[in-house]
């Protein structure tokens, strides 16, 4: 959480996450002026936590969680909402196991594509595992490991018709590697 010590950035993250949070707060408490209340107060108990929070995903569904908890808390408190909050907790319920499903999807697919690449020859590996994890261009690469761009090329060349090679052999292996070329880490 080191990212969000300083008021700038959690400035930036207020602004980027703000309407989305809104929006995850109204779909449950159908009360615009409510939703951006409780979006409010979880950035400031946020803010005031930020030092205890340990998020193990993404920001997004930490806030999307909290933000939910937060709505149905403030739907508890409204007079007759037994039945509103019983088909809600329903809804977040199915949510939270698609959720889980999703990460369990995410954990096979990283195996999977790890495993892959971990066939790859050493120098070709990290060569791989620079571009597509740390992000680095071509040229960084080369810098990095006193090589030229014509041999991050042809590297990364190779790397690709390996892969592309054994997703033919397995063909869950094609959506794995997708995963990953797709969101540039795992």
């Not at 990283?110 to 071509?138: A, I, W």
């Not at 990364?156 to 880490?185: Q, T, W």
């Amino acid at each position: 959480m080191a990212e969000y010590f300083d008021i700038a950035s959690f400035e930036n993250l207020f602004k980027k996450h703000y309407k989305f949070l809104v929006l995850v707060a109204y779909q449950i408490s159908k009360d615009e002026a409510a939703a951006e209340d409780i979006v409010q107060d979880f950035f400031i108990n946020f803010w005031n936590r930020r030092n205890e929070v340990q998020i193990e995903t993404s920001f997004q569904s930490y806030a999307t969680r909290a933000v939910k908890n937060l709505s149905l808390s403030h739907i508890k408190k409204q007079p007759n909402a037994v039945e509103l909050t019983d088909q809600i907790s329903m809804e977040l319920q199915s949510d939270y196991l698609e959720e889980e499903e999703s990460l369990q999807f995410k954990e096979i697919a990283d195996e999977k594509v790890l495993g892959l690449v971990n066939l790859l020859p050493s120098d070709r590996k990290r060569v791989f595992l620079q571009y597509v994890v740390d992000g680095l261009s071509y040229a960084d690469i080369a810098k990095a490991n006193n090589i030229s761009i014509n041999t991050v090329k042809t590297q990364m060349k190779r790397a690709y018709a390996f892969l592309k090679a054994k997703a033919a052999e397995d063909p869950l292996a094609i959506i794995f590697i997708a995963i990953l070329l797709g969101k540039g880490k795992f």
